[in-house]
């Protein structure tokens, strides 16, 4: 098994709904998105994301960012982003 495929059956452990859900680690959370999302602006704090499952895309700037499993994004102060999932669905979630 993937590292990426054993994040993801972690991440689906504590990530039983759609959303964001805090572990027992602060500053910790997992994500599931079961389909695509719209754009979202928003400010993107310090913070790095492991994606386990999926695709997502952020736009910060001019600057597009795309990145899948086995990558990760690295913020390291807030910044304004746009988000947006870009592959997920009911069968194979994004997990992050």
Request: net charge neutral; charged share 15%; hydrophobic share 45%.
């Amino acid at each position: 098994m993937k590292k990426s495929q054993e994040l993801a059956f972690l991440i689906a452990h504590y990530a039983k709904a759609d959303g964001i859900a805090a572990t027992g680690v602060p500053r910790l959370f997992t994500a599931k998105l079961s389909s695509p999302s719209e754009p979202a602006h928003g400010v993107h704090s310090a913070s790095i994301c492991f994606i386990a499952q999926g695709r997502k895309q952020v736009t910060m700037g001019d600057q597009l960012f795309t990145y899948g499993p086995g990558q990760h994004l690295v913020v390291s102060m807030d910044l304004p982003v746009v988000g947006q999932v870009i592959e997920a669905s009911a069968d194979t979630p994004i997990f992050a």
